[in-house]
C-alpha cells in the first residue's frame, strides 16, 4: 500500500475563524512554513447547543486575510444558502483570485441538500475545490453514494476531492481513546473506486494533540494526497475543539511527518553520530 514520495495538499489552521486577529496570526505562521491553505470554518454545527462559529458575516474577513496574500481559504458548508454566499462573495473577486476550498462535514447527509449545493457550485468559480468528508458510521457504500450524488447533479470530477475523517466509534475498543476511528484500508479502497484524492483528517480522528501525531504517523504509510489538520495559536483558549487543535510547535513536528521529512532527519542525524564515532 506504501507509495512513493510526493508532495501532498496541507490545509491547516483553527477549527473555526473566531476573530481576525486569530485568523491574521495563523495565516502569517502558515505562510511562514509553506502552507498555502487555510481552514477557519465559518459555520460550526454542535454536539449541544453553544457558539456555532460567526456564520455568514466572518465570509468577508475569511477572504479578505488569505486571498490577498496568495492563501486559499477553506471552511465546511452545510447547506445550498451557505453555497451560495460563498459563491457571491468570491464573485468579487477576479476569476484568478477566487479560490476556496468548501466541504461537507461528516454530518450533512442529505443527499438532497449536497446536490443543491453541487449545482451552485459547479456554476461558480472554476477554482472552487469541493471536499466531502466520509459519513460519521462506518458504511463504504454511503460514502461512495456521496460522490455520484455529487456528480449526478454536474459536479465536475476535476474539482472534488475526499476527506476520511474516522467513523464514531460507538461501543468498539478504543484504547487510546481516539474520537472517531480510522479505517485506512477503506478509505484507499474509496480512493481507487473514486480516482479522486483523498485527505486526511487527523484532528477529528484524534480528538487530542498527541493522538493527532500519532495517526500522522501511522497513516504515512499510506498513500494519502493531502491533509487537513487543525492548529490554532493558542489551542487551550480555542472555542471549539481545544483538545485536538495543534500549537505551532505540534504542527511543525506534524508537517515533518507529512512531508516524510521525520525519518529522513533521524536518519541524517543517525549517520553524522556513526561518523563522530
Ligand atoms: C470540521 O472539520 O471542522 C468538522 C466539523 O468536521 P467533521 O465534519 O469531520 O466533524
Ligand atoms: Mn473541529
Redesign the pocket.
Known sequence: MKKEKKEKLVIAGP??LESKQQLREVALMLKALGVNHI?A?LW??RTSPGWEGTGAIGLSTLLEETLAYGLVPAS?ILSAEHAQLAVQALQRYGEEQAKMVL?L????QNHLEQKKIAKILASGPKAVLLMF?NPMWEDERHWMGIAEHLYSAGFPMERLMVCH?GFYPGKQANPIGLRNLPDFEMAMRVKAKSGLPMLL?P??IGGSSQNVISICQEASQYDFDGY?V?VHTNPSVAKT?AKQQLTLAEFEQVLKIIREEAVLETTTKCSMQQMAF
Open positions: 477549527c473555526a481552514r470554518s460550526k454545527p465546511e466541504w462535514g461528516a454530518r450533512n468528508k475523517r483528517d484532528s477529528h487537513m487543525e475543539d
